[in-house]
């Protein structure tokens, strides 16, 4: 039966984490399945871990999406910040604004 938690991020596009881990074995399956980028938000207590892990999606991050990525992560404020062609991992993200980022960042990241 699934869970309340993957329910809410198959709505939302992303997945919130409990326990401080990144990977989702039945969140990675999901996003795989519909070749969607894989989004966690790992909550701590003032900050937040945010992952995208393109890898389910068969492709890299174009320029253009990279570029705006970057943006929109320093925009938060962002430092502690690991970006590659495939994945992409920030994790002091202030607790506040880590959702409203992944939700960004799905929309962005999705493609028809």
Avoid: F
Avoid at 12 to 37: D, F, I, M, Q
Avoid at 39 to 64: I, K
């Amino acid at each position: 039966m699934e869970s309340a938690r993957l329910r809410t991020a198959r709505e939302a596009g992303y997945l919130v984490t409990k326990g401080g881990t990144l990977h989702n074995p039945e969140w990675w399956g999901y996003c795989s399945k519909l070749k969607l980028p894989y989004v966690v938000v790992v909550p701590r207590r003032e900050y937040a871990t945010v992952r995208v892990d393109m890898l389910p999606t068969g492709r890299d991050l174009s320029e253009g999406e990279y570029k705006e990525v970057v943006g929109m992560l320093i925009d938060s404020g962002a430092y502690d910040t690991v970006i590659g062609p495939e994945s992409l991992a920030s994790g002091d993200i202030p607790i506040e604004q880590a959702g409203d980022l992944a939700a960004a960042l799905v929309r962005i990241l999705h493609k028809p």
